[in-house]
């Protein structure tokens, strides 16, 4: 079964707003990650958050992790346009020996 | 910067043709693993290595084999291709897991397989 479930599937924007995207997962982890993919293309590593910490900043980036909740949130503030891309959590869970994603938010940023 | 190749960004191929796809890196990662991507699916683990010559099944290993002779090559291989293999399939590498989990993978462009 995913471990990590995006929501929501699709997010439209308007340039400079913000966009917020969630992921929920099942058991415990150890780390959870965000990746980007643009269309037709491999995902690039956004951030890693670990279990014990809770928020983490990278750039325009903001990742919150709760642990109580089992779900963590990515923001992007000011988007732009360049960010329209598929975003992805993975999660490595407690005993586990693979990364498990969830199927992703389709964020699309108008110009 | 960690580069990960794929050797073709589209295949064609024909049903019960064996296929043979290809993933390098440059970073010396030990873990090496193949997923494939389907919409609203997200991506499934195929296979995995985290060594040279060692190999672990994942979620999808139906219909797929794999090799890994020298650490910074790895292949997948669909011994007979069928129309249901069509997909978009994802090679990616990664440090060994640590104490805290994985490390981040890096991933390469992609192969988009169209099996007719």
């Known amino acids: 079964s995913q471990q990590g479930e995006e929501d929501p599937q699709a997010l439209s924007i308007q340039e400079g707003e913000n966009a917020t995207m969630n992921c929920s997962y099942k058991?415990?982890?150890?780390?959870l990650q965000w990746y980007r993919q643009n269309s037709g293309r491999g995902l690039v590593h956004l951030i890693l958050?670990?279990?014990?910490?809770r928020e983490k900043h990278s750039g325009r980036l903001r990742v919150t992790l709760d642990t109580s909740k089992k779900s963590s949130s990515l923001l992007i503030t000011a988007s732009r346009a360049a960010d329209t891309a598929s975003y992805f959590c993975?999660?490595?869970?407690?005993?586990?020996?693979?990364?498990?994603f969830g199927a992703g938010t389709r964020l699309f940023v108008k110009a | 910067d960690v580069k990960v190749t794929q050797s073709s960004r589209y295949l064609v191929k024909r049903t019960g043709e064996k296929v043979f796809l290809e993933c390098v890196q440059d970073?010396?990662?030990?873990?090496m693993f193949w997923y494939r991507q389907d919409p609203g699916l997200g991506l499934r683990l195929i296979y995995f290595?985290?060594?040279?010559?060692?190999?672990e099944k994942g979620d999808i290993p139906e219909g797929y084999s794999v090799s890994r002779e020298k650490k910074e090559r790895f292949s997948l291989i669909l011994e007979s291709a069928s129309t249901n293999q069509t997909s978009m399939y994802l090679c990616?590498?990664?440090?060994?897991?640590?104490?805290?989990?994985?490390?981040?993978?890096?991933f390469g462009p992609g192969t988009r397989l169209t099996v007719t």
């Open positions: 970073m010396d990662h030990e873990n």
């Open positions: 993975a999660t490595w869970h407690t005993g586990g020996f693979k990364t498990i």
């Open positions: 958050i670990r279990s014990n910490e």
């Open positions: 990616a590498s990664s440090y060994p897991r640590g104490a805290s989990g994985s490390h981040e993978q890096y």
């Open positions: 290595s985290y060594d040279v010559k060692m190999k």
């Open positions: 058991t415990s982890i150890n780390n």
